[in-house]
């Protein structure tokens, strides 16, 4: 019996080197590639981790900055957010608040590049669109219309098409376009929410334009029903 056993063992240690020397070097390569796979993602997140926690540092310095109507020390701090961090919505949201200042301060030739910027190196298409939106605003005021419109056309965040009208709205109607502005002025109305405070905005730039939106169909009866109640 003991030899049987020993036969045996000794075939499968015999199985087993020759399994090892066919596969044996591919195993290894295999966990050698798992473990730097491993470490190389640990180490990734930890680097993601890392350029946050300095990109947020920076925008809290740049907000400071913002808040005591430092414009040179915005301009600065955003300066060094976009060169260290370009990909980070720190980035972005700060070079979207370093225009801000820039404008209340006059600065419009740096606020229209801090929002070109945004417009064009913005990581998220959101932040992409508030930036045109501004950038247009700014374009227009400074009668580059046609400027303003092309910006307005990449203005392509789900969710802020009714805005997008409203701006080329404005931007129509500084050009002297009444009747194209009084378009685009309907499609933001039409757009917008019903509760949505900036709607009765875009209703008093139709009324202005001799166009009123038309009253709900609910309203409207109800109105009539009301009138006639009274009489």
């Not at 300066?79 to 980070?88: E, G, I, M, S, V």
């Not at 376009?177 to 509760?195: D, F, L, N, V």
Request: avoid cysteine.
């Amino acid at each position: 019996m003991a030899t049987q056993l020993d036969l045996q063992e000794q075939e499968q240690l015999d199985s087993l080197k020759a399994f090892w020397k066919q596969y044996g070097n591919l195993l290894t390569w295999a966990v050698i590639a798992a473990l730097a796979a491993y470490a190389g993602w640990n180490g990734w997140s930890y680097w993601q981790r890392d350029q946050g926690f300095k990109a947020g540092a920076l925008y809290d310095e740049l907000d400071r900055a913002a808040t005591a109507g430092d414009a040179e020390k915005a301009q600065r701090v955003m300066a060094d957010l976009q060169t260290r961090f370009p990909k980070t919505s720190f980035a972005e949201q700060g070079t979207l608040l370093a225009a801000r200042v820039q404008f209340d301060k006059g600065q419009l030739d740096a606020a229209r590049a801090s929002l070109a910027w945004v417009a064009d190196k913005g990581v998220q298409e959101e932040a992409r669109t508030i930036a045109r939106l501004r950038l247009a605003a700014l374009l227009s005021a400074e009668k580059k219309h046609d400027e303003a419109l092309a910006v307005l056309d990449a203005a392509k965040a789900a969710g802020f098409e009714a805005l997008v009208a409203d701006r080329r709205g404005d931007v129509l109607l500084a050009q002297g376009k009444p009747a194209e502005a009084r378009t685009a002025y309907q499609a933001a109305w039409a757009g917008m929410e019903a509760t949505l405070d900036y709607r009765r905005v875009v209703e008093a730039k139709l009324t202005a334009l001799g166009a009123p939106p038309a009253p709900a169909p609910v309203a409207a009866a109800a109105s009539a029903a009301a009138s006639g109640a009274s009489k």
